[in-house]
């Protein structure tokens, strides 16, 4: 979730489908985007949709829409670019303050608990039931850590801005997806775990 639903949230949905269905987890897991003030209907600035298959992710068919109550109501997990979006979900919807995080900060939280090695082992249901599992985990690390600078948890807003901050933002936003997606699909694996 971002603002405009143009670039970094259609960006990190192409990008988180891509990794859930190179790890096998497609059929676990359903990923959409949307922003706070969204421009429905437009697609994805070319940038972003360059960057977005320069990382492994396919653009075609994003339209943009804006954020709605059950969006939140219905989600196991949302994903915000900055943490002002994080407060306009959780405005929204209370309730989701206890899923609802900025992309880099869930991934700084999922590797801090995949390295505390404190992860609850997962029983043998269903792959989107040991990843829904997941998400109060590494909830309960909120508060426990804190990112370099309060900066480090947000992803820049490329909107308007030239190819290099597009770029920069791309990165920070592949550089998240790969390492939710890779310490998900570790945690949610006993056997992977050792």
């Avoid at 003030?37 to 600035?45: I, N, Q």
């Avoid at 370099?148 to 030239?162: C, F, I, K, N």
């Avoid at 791309?170 to 997806?177: D, E, N």
């Amino acid at each position: 979730m971002c603002t405009g639903n143009i670039c970094r949230s259609p960006q990190a949905e192409r990008l988180l489908i891509a990794e859930f269905e190179r790890r096998g987890l497609s059929g676990a897991v359903e990923v959409s985007s949307a922003g706070v003030a969204a421009l429905v209907g437009e697609p994805m600035t070319e940038q972003a949709a360059a960057q977005t298959i320069g990382y492994g992710g396919n653009p075609s068919g994003h339209v943009a829409r804006r954020l709605a109550d059950p969006m939140v109501e219905q989600a196991d997990l949302v994903l915000t670019m900055e943490r002002t979006h994080r407060a306009d979900v959780v405005r929204l919807v209370p309730r989701a303050s206890r899923y609802a995080f900025t992309l880099p900060e869930f991934a700084r939280l999922a590797v801090d608990l995949r390295d505390s090695g404190e992860a609850e082992e997962p029983d043998p249901a269903a792959d989107a039931d040991r990843l829904r599992a997941l998400v109060p985990q590494v909830a309960a690390g909120r508060g426990l850590s804190l990112p370099g600078a309060a900066e480090h948890d947000e992803v820049e807003d490329p909107y308007r801005q030239s190819d290099e901050v597009y770029a920069r933002s791309a990165a920070q936003v592949a550089t998240a997806v790969s390492t939710i997606v890779t310490v998900l699909a570790e945690l949610s694996r006993p056997s992977a775990r050792g």
